[in-house]
């Protein structure tokens, strides 16, 4: 026997041949050719991380373990556990007004990444297309693009402080657009959307008909003013779906809990999906979310005005040293522009790292609208900004 | 909460500069503001923080509770203040529960500390009974945990 099969010439494994093209096609995220140069240098500062330094406070993990110790390892109910629905939706209501029916207008995800996949595939038919404001997260166009759609980008510029206009919507608008994805406060840029901004925005959606989605991860870092929801503008609640999570408001990122909440049709849809993918959120995160969403007020609170001290001293020194930024009022980002200084966002981030080991995420990583720019991330402790100011200025010197 | 006295109390190196950097202010301003605080007796000392537990040879800590006879005229401030006189003792504090006054002592050896109570805390006029709790280890001190083990690193880069 052993003879036999050695004689039989098996044909070569094509493993390439049996991927999904839109797959294969895809080219990989360009923040990994940073984070594998970032991962060899010693003694580097990182301004590239866009989730909080901070630990998830003690008694959210607590309980946690607590609800461990108990035995709490099953399944729960494919929206999520009914008290955390009931304590978003309470939470909702208290801070924007709107009003959802935990039993039917929300689902709890497995962090917003997965509430932002499903919403574009229980939305967008094959060919499809969904307006992009750029520059953004890198997640929103391929997440578009494995639903079947196509997504168009609507630039955002520095003149306008980073926030979309509706001229610019209108100039991305073709007769197969069926959405408007909204990203405020945003990452990379930092902008915020005000009420005002929003309702310009309202007349472009009603005319084309556009769905809203509109994901809020970052709107409880908020620093000027409270986060303004383009579903709480008159009569816009309904063709809106908001999606948000607890990753950056409680620094809760590995956890994986986000959530989305809409029209009972569109949050059927995306339950739909939800239940024969992922089925339920981790139980043990939802636990720890409910918890957080409970007692976790005053560390939220703590962290945001952290987040606000170091972005007035960091912004302030980024001018100071010749990097111009204008004033960041959300999430924790500064997007300081490069172009006074004749370089590309990638050649600027990659002299900067090896010159002196500050590394920055190139703004056109996020966009073709971010070239010229550079994401940093203040969510690291002052004494690392203050140290990566000396450095980014001894680099700006040597220019 | 006065913002620049919490910067403060968590670093007392926290420079003028810096204070007015994370306000958005200007240094001047803060400067000032520091000064007020500092002549109205709100700001009393700036410290650092010692883990003492590091080094070779060490303090000892011990806490005392007191119970004391109150005085007609003035309370338990009359105690309270002269033990407070002595430098070996780091705190003086009137708590609620079995005992009257809460004192915190350092000395260079257990009988060091043994002495001192005996000699000059017990016999006070007023000081009806002493217990003393030796500190063996701290854990939390000032709100910074002590046995902290390394954090769990994040990842470099993330989008």
Not at chain 1, 37 to 64: K, N, Q, Y
Not at chain 1, 189 to 210: K, P, S
Not at chain 1, 354 to 367: D, I, R, S, T
Not at chain 2, 4 to 16: F, G, K, Q
Request: glycine share 6%.
């Amino acid at each position: 026997m052993k003879q036999s099969l050695k004689n039989v010439s098996l044909p070569a494994w094509n493993c390439e041949a049996h991927l999904n093209r839109t797959v294969r096609d895809m080219p990989p995220s360009g923040i990994r050719k940073f984070f594998d140069l970032v991962s060899e240098m010693e003694g580097a500062i990182s301004l590239g991380v866009g989730e909080p330094d901070f630990v998830t406070p003690w008694h959210v993990r607590e309980a946690c373990i607590y609800s461990l110790e108990s035995g709490n390892t099953h399944y729960t109910s494919n929206k999520g556990m009914p008290e955390l629905r009931q304590a978003i939706c309470d939470q909702v209501k208290k801070s924007s007004g709107l009003d959802y029916d935990p039993a039917e207008q929300i689902l709890i995800t497995t962090g917003v990444s997965e509430a932002v996949d499903l919403a574009f595939r229980a939305t967008l038919n094959p060919g499809d297309e969904a307006i992009v404001p750029e520059p953004c997260y890198v997640a929103y166009t391929p997440d578009i693009v494995l639903a079947g759609g196509v997504a168009r980008a609507a630039p955002t510029r520095l003149e306008n402080e980073f926030r979309l206009q509706p001229e610019d919507v209108s100039a991305a608008i073709t007769e197969k657009t069926r959405a408007l994805l909204l990203s405020y406060p945003n990452n990379p840029t930092g902008a915020i959307m005000t009420r005002a901004d929003l309702e310009e925005l309202a007349d472009v959606v009603v005319e084309h008909d556009l769905l809203v989605i509109s994901d809020e991860v970052y709107a409880e870092l908020t620093y000027s003013g409270s986060h303004v929801s383009f579903a709480q503008l008159e009569g816009m609640q309904e063709r809106t779906v908001i999606l948000n999570g607890l990753s950056k408001s409680h620094a809760m990122t590995g956890w994986r809990i986000g959530y989305a909440l809409g029209d009972p049709a569109l949050v059927g849809a995306m339950t739909k999906v939800h239940q024969y993918t992922m089925l339920c959120a981790p139980t043990m995160a939802q636990v720890a979310a409910l918890e957080a969403l409970q007692k976790g007020e005053e560390e939220m609170q703590q962290m945001r005005h952290e987040y606000n001290l170091r972005r007035r001293m960091f912004v302030s020194g980024l001018n100071r040293i010749g990097l111009d930024c204008f004033e960041p009022r959300g999430a924790f980002y500064a997007f300081p522009s490069v172009r006074a200084w004749g370089l590309s966002s990638e050649t600027f981030a990659e002299r900067l790292l090896h010159e002196q080991k500050v590394a920055v995420v190139p703004g056109n990583v996020f966009g073709t609208s971010g070239e010229g720019f550079l994401r940093c991330s203040y969510a690291t402790s002052r004494e690392e900004l203050i140290e990566a100011l000396d450095r980014i200025e001894t680099f700006l010197s040597g220019l | 909460m006065n913002e620049i006295l919490e910067i403060l109390s968590e670093n007392a190196r926290a420079t003028p500069a810096e204070i007015a950097a994370l306000m958005a202010r200007s240094e001047e301003d803060v400067a000032r503001e520091i000064k007020e605080l500092e002549d109205a007796g709100v700001i009393r000392k700036y410290v650092t923080l010692i883990n003492w537990e590091k080094l070779d040879k060490s303090y000892v800590f011990a806490v005392l509770e007191l119970k004391v006879a109150l005085q007609r005229k003035t309370g338990y401030d009359a105690v309270a203040e002269r033990i407070a006189r002595f430098s070996e003792v780091e705190s003086v504090r009137l708590i609620s529960g079995d005992h009257d006054l809460s004192v915190t002592v350092r000395g260079n050896s257990m009988k060091e500390i043994a002495y001192f109570v005996a000699e000059k805390i017990a016999p006070l006029e007023g000081v009806q009974s002493t217990c003393t709790h030796f500190i063996l280890k701290s854990y939390k001190e000032h709100g910074v945990i002590l046995t902290d083990k390394p954090r769990p690193q994040r990842l470099v880069i993330t989008p």
